[in-house]
Structures are given as structure tokens and as C-alpha cells.
């Protein structure tokens, strides 16, 4: 296991309490009181998984800035409208996984293209 997945195994542990007080030193500020235990400790997982690997991209981080909740609050509205297609930029090194009919998938993005089953 390394270092982060320790940080973030021992988080999953911690009282409330003290999960607030790590909070205080991440973000340098008192937690908002409403927050429960478990939105906490994902808040902070986030962060030292961010501040690890990076966090969202500008383009990103506008397109959830702008997202609207419905009047009945179970509707997020701009959200697929914000992503398209021809704005994705695929790095060669990302992996794609999707499962179907019960096998995992995975596609590699490459230097030449993708790969997949073994094939470029």
C-alpha cells in the first residue's frame, strides 16, 4: 500500500472530531458545521488524491461551476451540454474501462493510436 492510500486508510477511520481538525489543516479554515462525517472524509480524500495526481482542468471546473439543480433538485441541467466530444484531448497513457457482457474492457491510448485486446 502506499503512502496516499495509507493517508486516505486512516482517514476512513478517524471520529468526526478529527476529521475536522485534518480539515483545518488542509484547507486553513474551519469546516462548514453541516458537513456530515461522510462528506468530510471524502472532501479530504479528494484533496490528497488532487494535490497528488492534479486536480480538474479549468474547462472542467467552469462546466461544474455551471451546473443548475432543477426545482426539485434531482436534475442538473448544462452538464452534457458542456462536454463535447471534439473538446476531448486524449493523452497517450489514459486507459478507457467499460464492462460488458460481464469482461472488463480496457483501451490504452497510445503515441499511434489505441490499444486493445493485445492489438494497436
Known sequence: MDALSAEIARLSDLPIGDLRARWRTVFRKVPPPTLSRNLLFRTLAYRLQADRFGDLDA?????????????????????????????????PGTVLSREWKGKMHRVTITSDGFGWDGKT
Open 59 to 91: 474547462e472542467t471546473r467552469r462546466i461544474l461551476d455551471s451546473v443548475k439543480l432543477d426545482g426539485r433538485g434531482d436534475t442538473l441541467k448544462g452538464v452534457i451540454a458542456g462536454f463535447r466530444r471534439s473538446d476531448w484531448k486524449l493523452q
